[in-house]
Every structure is written in C-alpha cells, then in structure tokens.
C-alpha cells in the first residue's frame, strides 16, 4: 500500500481533468440511484493551484521523487512538475512518435513500479495517437484528407535518465491499436503481475458523426486476425499485455482464442486504476445515464452495446442505427427521438452473463425528463450522467482524510458533479460539488 501523500496525487490528477476546484459540499447517494437520493454532508477543503499553463494535461502521476508526471496530450510532451513551487521540466517531446487530432494526442501513462529502484527497471509507459501510412486506412473515414483516416494508437516504452532527468531510448511496444476522433479510452495501469492494462474505448459508434458505424465492442478477435496483428476488433475493450507488448500466457480464451483482450463490452472506460488488494477499477461513460464503475474481471463482458448500466429496461434502449430500413446516411442522429426506422432492443433482450458495475452515475427511472426547460434547450448539460474520466483509489491512512478509508475518486467532465467518490465499503456512492478550475491548471488540495 503506497502513502497517503502519494495517494494525494489522486487530487491533483482528478482536479486537472474534471476542471474543477475549491470543495463546496459534498452528497452520499447509493450506487444505484440518481441525483436527487444525495443528501448533504460537510467536508471542506483548501485549495491552492500548483501549475498552470499546460496544454490539455491528461494523465498526473505523483512518481517516486516527489514530482508529477504528467502528459499533455496535445503539446506532445511528457512533463515532471515540482508541485511545491510548480517548477516544470520537459522529460520527453514525442512530437516525432505522436499525432494529436481530435481527442489524440500523447494520453495514458503508467510509471514502472520498480522505477527509481536500482532494479533496473527505469521505465515509462505511454499510449498515443500516431499517423502510420504503411497500415491501411479506416473504411469507416471516407474523406482521403480526414487526419482520422490512418489514425491509430500505440504503446511506447521509455527509458528514464535521472542524471539528466529525461526519458530516452523509445521503443514501440505494441502499435496498430483503433484510435478514432471520439472515445478513445487510452488509460494506462500496472497491476500487481507485472502487466500493463490498457483501455480502448468504442470509438464513438452508433452516434453523433459516427452513427452509422456499428459498435464493435461485443466482437471478439478471430485467430486468424491474431496471427496478423491485426487489432481492429480491440474496439470496446481492456487490454492485458506484457512490458514487451505481447499477449500473456494466461490471458483469457473468449470465443476459442487468446489475445490481449482482457475484458470487453465497454463503450468509453477514460478511468483506469489499481485499488487495494490488487482489484483493476474502471470509470466508463454511459450514454445519457449510467457512467459506469467497474471492477475488472479476466474474460468479463461488461454488457455495451446492449446495456448501459443495469440490465434494467430504464431509460436505454440500443438502438442499432447502422441497421436502418431507411440508409442511415439519410438520419439525423438524436439521443432523444429514435426514427422508426431504426430497431431497436430493450436491455432485457441482452441474455449473455455479463459483469454489473459496482456504481453508476447515475440511474434514473423509466419516463425521466431529459428535456428539462430549465436547461435552456442545452439538454445534456442535465443529463443525470458525469462524463466519468479519471478514477484514483484513496486508502485513508493516519493522517489521511478521515472516513476516506476505501474510496475511488471519480474525476468528471461536467461541472455539475465534479467528484464522486465510490466508497468500497458497502455500495454507496460519495458526490463532491467542486467549482471551476483556470483551463490547464492542476490543484493540491488539503483538509
């Protein structure tokens, strides 16, 4: 178990992500519940910004010297900041090995655990976006000029120097991953094995600009794609795989092969995170409802497309837009009014076992109002959903945060529930309202 003012750094990460800032109040709501079960409680905490002016800041690690590691995903570069003066030095420009369209960019990053060690072991691990011509473009970006068109990702694996406080000698670990302009995932973790985890999301099928792409997170990869590299099925999925970027023996089999899929049935899991006794956490965006907390199981399906939360026929429906009597190029996609000419299931015809999340934020009954007047025609800003991105395991030591024994803190993209915690002590969920944070900024906070 790490120490509780490394645990911290959970803050750090999570403030930087969720944009959000000083504590206002926090709620206690059961996992399963929507927004209005919360009810008022009392922590407050202090809050001074440690570092500004970084460009899209997307991963924080609190590393063994006492710095952040950070990626700015859009600045190309890997950034060690010394948050007790916010003093910045540059340890990697991955401008030559990365390419930020969209949502890409340099993103996940995993620190070796044995780095800093004398073990040998000074290693970095990151995921990102790159262009790579030699592969052959995605059928689905029709567009020749589109920078999405030969968008994947990969892994790299950096050497650290700590004469010269710089990472070196890149080695591409695993390339060829889906990457897309929408729900990527692209999280990094280490887990007590050795392995490194790694999150790839849905790419944003079946909705908005890519509704007409269907949702690849319940295909599984064939045999014959293994033996070519070929990872387009990894769409929706965790992955599992050794420090070299190969496929660990004892991997699950699913559908009679063995890959680096670990789990599958995800739509975007942006969260990733190792919680006590050695359990894998994710955070996954639902559609309009239930953002996702999940534990990660070898071999689980996690129910996306076909449910989104609970298998509970509440406010999801899949709704199969590709499939459309009517072409669906000819559709305006609309979260809210499905066309008749699109089938569609209810969530109770989905009858393969699948893993429920340990909390969702949030679930709301059937006929909810998503349509709110209140909301000023913007009607998602009231979705009961939080955009889950980040999610931190806090073990409250001696002098940690008192009742915060066995929390993950959720850092989220809305402003209007900007820090659930999930308590792992019985199945409740912990709502923290924070204010807005300056863009780019990354915040120490303090009881």
């Avoid at 890149?170 to 897309?180: E, W």
């Avoid at 999801?316 to 066309?339: K, N, Q």
């Amino acid at each position: 178990m790490q120490h509780s003012s490394r645990r911290l750094a959970g803050w750090a990460r999570a403030a930087c992500l969720g944009a959000a800032g000083v504590v206002l109040a926090s709620l206690i709501a059961w996992a399963q519940a929507g927004p209005e079960s919360a009810r008022n409680a009392t922590k407050r905490f202090a809050m001074r910004v440690a570092v500004s002016g970084l460009e899209n800041p997307f991963e924080i690690i609190w590393g063994p010297d006492g710095r952040l590691w950070v990626t700015e995903r859009t600045a190309l570069r890997i950034t060690r900041v010394d948050p007790s003066n916010g003093g910045r030095q540059v340890a990697a420009s991955l401008a030559g090995l990365a390419s930020a369209p969209g949502p890409g960019g340099v993103l996940g990053m995993a620190l070796h655990p044995q780095l800093l060690q004398n073990a040998g072991r000074d290693e970095v691990y990151v995921a990102v976006t790159y262009d790579d011509p030699s592969r052959p473009p995605d059928a689905r970006v029709t567009n020749p000029s589109s920078p999405f068109r030969r968008l994947y990702a990969k892994v790299i694996r950096l050497r650290y120097e700590p004469s010269t406080f710089a990472l070196v000698d890149p080695v591409t670990i695993l390339d060829g991953l889906p990457a897309g302009n929408d729900h990527l995932g692209l999280r990094l973790a280490f887990a007590p094995d050795g392995t490194l985890h790694l999150t790839i999301g849905d790419q944003g099928s079946n909705q908005l600009g890519n509704v007409c792409n269907p949702v690849l997170s319940q295909r599984l990869p064939t045999g014959a794609e293994v033996d070519k590299r070929d990872w387009s099925a990894y769409e929706g999925k965790t992955l599992r795989l050794t420090t070299d970027g190969g496929i660990p023996a004892d991997n699950p089999v699913l559908a009679g092969v063995r890959s680096h899929v670990y789990t599958y049935g995800h739509r975007n899991p942006q969260g990733l995170t190792l919680g006590p006794g050695g359990a894998i956490y994710t955070t996954d965006h639902g559609p309009k409802t239930d953002d996702e907390v999940n534990v990660l199981a070898p071999g689980g399906n996690y129910g996306w497309p076909h449910v989104a939360g609970l298998r509970d026929d509440q406010n999801y429906v899949f709704a199969r837009w590709a499939d459309s009597t009517t072409p669906c190029g000819e559709l305006r996609f609309s979260d809210l009014a499905i066309p008749a000419s699109v089938p569609r299931e209810p969530e109770s015809a989905f009858r393969l076992p699948m893993m429920a999340p340990i909390a969702t934020l949030f679930t709301v009954p059937a006929g909810y109002n998503f349509e709110d007047p209140a909301c000023g025609g913007v009607h998602f800003i009231c979705w009961p959903t939080v955009a889950a991105s980040s999610v931190e395991s806090y073990a409250g030591f001696a002098d940690g945060i008192p009742g915060w024994e066995r929390v993950l803190l959720v850092s989220t993209l809305t402003t209007r529930f900007a820090f659930p915690l999930v308590s792992l002590e019985g199945r409740r969920a912990w709502v923290v309202f924070l204010a807005p944070l300056r863009r780019g900024s990354i915040v120490r906070q303090k009881l």
